[in-house]
């Protein structure tokens, strides 16, 4: 099930245009990104969704002219947290608080502690941590798209300090580090479009310690 | 379909040692792992699938005495590339070639670039590029196991020289990044068995720029 969407998705070279994903299917993709498992709970990242024409043209700029950019539905972008900070951690408790009902002195602790981890340590090593578990919610969106039947083309090939400056993001705290196409493969001048997926075997990836 | 599976799932707080997961589920799980969309193809991780009890006892103490790490059926642990080097990026070059049949100069030019990209990096920083599509593949094998009915419950919480000690991963150029036990729930004793999920609402989540 889950197996058989895997090996039907890929990373999409060539769009077109003219196909819309509806916005139920997008909206289920996001949910399954929001649905993501994350260190602590902590979710320390936001998708961007452009699907501004003109904004996605400056987008394809800054992203090396790759056409997925402008010919998709609309472009998520994937921020991390550019740290953590004492106030992010307090929204995760009080969020948690509110929706589990109450304080308890085991979460507060718990949080206290994550604070007194993560607060003190350089920014980079805080942003690597966020940009991990977003990429988590960028396998959930690649997995939830495949499940719609919709195409999505992963990538890092852009410019992220560019991306950041479009999308006003540095004032917001984030980063952006991964960006997601989603839109329908064209029917010609996708040179990826039906060729044999690539994956090490199994023996060559997986070591079984019994 | 994968929401309704993604709100099954939650990170499992103590398991039931008597209960087995049969091992096509665990297969299942590890194909999903290996299915997972990388960075340019190059799935820069393995995983060690760890059974054995005497190393799961010394990978407990390497993990604080988190129970589930002995209490699963086995311990997924996902092991980054400790660095890009020319003959890895080169083994992927060549099972593509293997795989869609023969070489061709835009292949090789692409792998080239990688190579001439990755390489004079810092360790660090291929590290880190590796570690996020090492969580690519976590992120597939929670999403697998869900799926599965199969609890799992991802950890950062151990220390990772010490688990790449135990499993021999420094000589295999290899970090360890993150862990899953998987097996099943105890009927008791989980605190966080039936609590609701707490994430961020949408409109704090998502931002569409349209």
């Known amino acids: 099930m889950l197996n058989e969407r895997l090996n039907w998705r890929y990373a999409t070279k060539k769009m077109d245009p003219s196909k819309t994903v509806p ?3 997008l909206d289920r993709i ?5 649905l993501a498992p994350t260190s602590s709970g902590l979710q320390p990242f936001e998708v961007i969704v452009v699907k501004n024409a003109a904004i996605r043209e400056k987008l394809k700029e800054a992203g090396f002219g790759q056409t997925q950019i402008t010919d998709s539905t609309a472009v998520l972008v994937f921020a991390a947290w550019d740290n953590y900070t004492d106030a992010r951690i307090d929204g995760v408790l009080a969020l948690t608080e509110k929706v589990r009902g109450g304080a ?3 979460l507060t602790g718990y949080y206290d502690r994550l604070k007194a981890s993560y607060v003190p340590r350089d920014a980079d090593t805080n942003f690597e941590h966020a940009a991990r578990q977003a990429y988590i919610g960028l396998g959930l969106a690649m997995t939830a798209a495949a499940f ?3 195409d999505a083309t992963p990538m890092e090939g852009f410019d992220p300090a560019q991306f950041d400056e479009i999308l006003g993001l540095r004032a917001r705290g984030l980063k952006t580090v991964a960006i997601l196409p989603v839109g329908y493969r064209a029917e010609e001048g996708d040179w990826l479009k039906g060729a044999p997926k690539v994956r090490r ?5 997986v070591t079984v310690v019994e």
């Open 23 to 25: 916005q139920d299917k």
């Open 30 to 34: 996001l949910e399954a990104v929001r």
């Open 104 to 106: 308890s002195e085991t």
């Open 148 to 150: 719609e039947e919709v």
């Open 201 to 205: 075997p199994m023996n060559e990836f």
